[in-house]
T-cell receptor, first 112, second 113 residues
Framework: GNSVTQMEGPVTLSEEAFLTINCTYT??????LFWYVQYPGEGLQLLLK?????DKGSNKGFEATYRKETTSFHLEKGSVQVSDSAVYFC???????????FGKGTTLSVSS | EPEVTQTPSHQVTQMGQEVILRCVPI?????FYWYRQILGQKVEFLVS????????KSEIFDDQFSVERPDGSNFTLKIRSTKLEDSAMYFC???????????FGPGTRLLVL
């Protein structure tokens, strides 16, 4: 079945640093890919998504490009803020498109 | 902005006891889901629910688990006889547009002793 693998954390950065969180996928066909974020004490929130190859999802300064050549969907942000401290989950849909399949999550901690 | 709520936020129970985790999805959503995350592991799909029936379930969702929507607003997950390995964070989710756009609650942390 479909799956995603994301880099282990935690990731610790200073404010204004560049962020990359790696995510690769294994899938039958080309399912949609997602990044979810969980801020402390809150639920998972959809951060961005891409529905087909070469699509770029973006939101709140974060970007990720669906690359089928490298089966990747890496999350990037050019300049992180303290408020970006959270757990980030890469996800895809199952083959039927009826449920989400998540990675383990990567904890990002940004200090001022 | 409407949001998904879950109660309790934390629950501690003894092995073998029954627990009921509660969720109030966004009112106009049609599909409802339960996921769980064992500490340090992936968020895993448990079950989806549509039109008052289970539409899909994972191999994790065995006979110890059940779901229902008793009153049209609450969506519950029952674990009949908890085991130590049921200790996890349980997330409820719902969607109205498509299963690919799901709105999650904050989770219930269950600890089985």
């Amino acid at each position: 079945g479909n799956s995603v693998t994301q880099m282990e954390g935690p990731v610790t950065l200073s404010e204004e640093a560049f962020l990359t969180i790696n995510c690769t996928y294994t899938a039958t066909g080309y399912p949609s890919l997602f990044w979810y974020v969980q801020y402390p004490g809150e639920g998972l929130q959809l951060l961005l998504k891409a529905t087909k190859a070469d699509d770029k999802g973006s939101n709140k300064g974060f970007e990720a490009t669906y690359r089928k050549e490298t089966t990747s969907f890496h999350l990037e942000k050019g300049s992180v803020q303290v408020s970006d401290s959270a757990v980030y989950f890469c996800a895809t849909a199952n083959q039927a498109g009826t449920a989400l399949i998540f990675g383990k999550g990567t904890t990002l901690s940004v200090s001022s | 902005e409407p949001e998904v709520t879950q109660t309790p936020s934390h629950q501690v129970t003894q092995m073998g006891q029954e627990v009921i985790l509660r969720c109030v999805p966004i009112s106009n959503h049609l599909y409802f889901y339960w996921y769980r995350q064992i500490l340090g592991q992936k968020v895993e799909f448990l079950v989806s629910f549509y039109n008052n029936e289970i539409s899909e379930k994972s191999e994790i969702f065995d006979d110890q688990f059940s779901v229902e929507r008793p009153d049209g607003s609450n969506f519950t997950l029952k674990i009949r006889s908890t085991k130590l390995e049921d200790s996890a964070m349980y997330f409820c989710a719902g969607d109205g547009d498509s299963p690919e756009t799901q709105y999650f609650g904050p989770g219930t942390r269950l600890l089985v002793l």
